[in-house]
């Protein structure tokens, strides 16, 4: 089975610097894709980046990139110049490339991300 | 306009009570799902619906009934729920052909069940 672990439970980063948030994940496919996603106190899940596995350039999305690591099956995602607005929960996630139609993504726990002023 | 919209966004009912959450999607897509938030775990993924058929139940326990009409619309029928039951209920579809296609998610109904 898979699973994602995001071992870092809280950060915070003073605004205008950068944090990397971490996540590892455990899987025996070779082809999937991993996403990050934010979840601000308004609750609705936001997609922040994606990356598929078969490719070795790291995703970037403007301020957030993320450092993918498929042998040591790390995926860290990277905010640049942080602002008040990054503050959420980020959650890490996994999907496999099923032969079904409908793919499921598996989360982490989660990082908590305080922005200080 | 989040593109899937969630209501009630809360909802507090006895053990007793009988109560659905409804999910309605405006983005076209043809796979929905529900998924469990409790505080300090992982989103558990309850329930998946592919082009209105059930592909997925992830031993949810049967006081949770979903039902998917047409592929715009899911709900989650609750009865004799347990206080362990209380969590945020999130809603996502995505269209289930395209590999690479993400969840989009709605706000989710928070549920305090007493």
């Known amino acids: 089975a898979q699973t994602v672990t995001q071992s870092q439970p809280e950060m915070s980063v003073q605004e205008a610097e950068t944090v990397t948030l971490s996540c590892t994940y455990d899987?025996?496919?070779?082809?999937?894709?991993l996403f990050w996603y934010k979840q601000p106190p308004s609750r609705q899940m936001i997609l922040v980046i994606r990356?598929?596995?078969?490719?070795?350039q790291n995703a970037t999305e403007n301020r957030f990139s993320v450092n993918f690591q498929k042998a040591a099956k790390s995926f860290s995602l990277k905010i640049s110049d942080s602002q008040l607005g990054d503050a959420a929960m980020y959650f890490c996630a996994y999907r496999f490339l099923s032969s079904g139609s409908a793919r499921q993504l598996t989360f982490g726990s989660g990082t908590q991300l305080t922005v200080l002023p | 306009e989040t593109g899937v919209t969630q209501t009630p966004r809360h909802l507090v009912m006895g053990m007793t009570n009988k109560k659905s959450l409804k999910c309605e999607q405006h983005?076209?897509?043809?796979?929905m799902y529900w998924y469990k938030q409790s505080a300090k775990k992982p989103l558990e993924l309850m329930f998946v619906?592919?082009?209105?058929?059930?592909?997925e139940n992830n031993s949810v326990p049967s006081r949770f009934s979903p039902e998917c009409p047409n592929s715009s619309h899911l709900f989650l029928h609750l009865h004799t729920l347990q206080p362990e039951d209380s969590a945020l209920y999130l809603c996502?579809?995505?269209?289930?052909?395209?590999?690479?296609?993400?969840?989009?998610f709605g706000n989710g109904t928070r549920l305090t069940v007493t």
């Open positions: 990356q598929e596995a078969y490719k070795q």
């Open positions: 899987t025996s496919e070779s082809d999937y894709y």
């Open positions: 983005l076209g897509h043809n796979a």
């Open positions: 619906y592919n082009f209105k058929e059930q592909t």
């Open positions: 996502a579809s995505s269209q289930a052909d395209r590999q690479n296609s993400p969840l989009h």
